[in-house]
């Protein structure tokens, strides 16, 4: 049984960790039918080695403000690459007790054991989470992404 997204957007509340450059962070504001700097300024934490980092609200577990009342993201054609990527994140594949704590908060995850998650990830012609096209398994997309969650 692989991975299948429940769209509960559990995956979009806490702070920090989901970045955007500059490329995809003109492109999310095209999406919303705003200028670059408007979408920044509302959105958008700059970064010091450049890029930018999206924004959650004030307190430690509410939401990324790019979250639609939908439950939905409102960027999703220039969705962040780790927000494209979860829950096929680094702790999670490489660690059973991680995987069963993201379990816990992720309704698409539930009912799958870790070795199930494993093979999802590994599964050519598996279909990844969110828009990406099918892939040669989750492990081709995490490297086509890059990053700090890439194999």
Known sequence: MPFACARCGRCCHGKGGIYLSEASAS???GLLGMGPSD???RF???LPGGGWSVRSGP???DPC???GEDGLCRIQGAKPDVCRAWPYL???LGSEGAFLELR???QGL???TWRDFLKGFEEPGAAPPGDAPPTGGFRALARAIGGPWAF
């Open 27 to 29: 492109m999310a504001a």
């Open 39 to 41: 979408f920044a300024k």
């Open 44 to 46: 958008l934490s700059p």
């Open 59 to 61: 307190s430690k577990g």
């Open 65 to 67: 403000l790019l979250l």
């Open 90 to 92: 680094r702790a999670p």
């Open 104 to 106: 816990g908060c992720c």
């Open 110 to 112: 539930s009912g799958l």
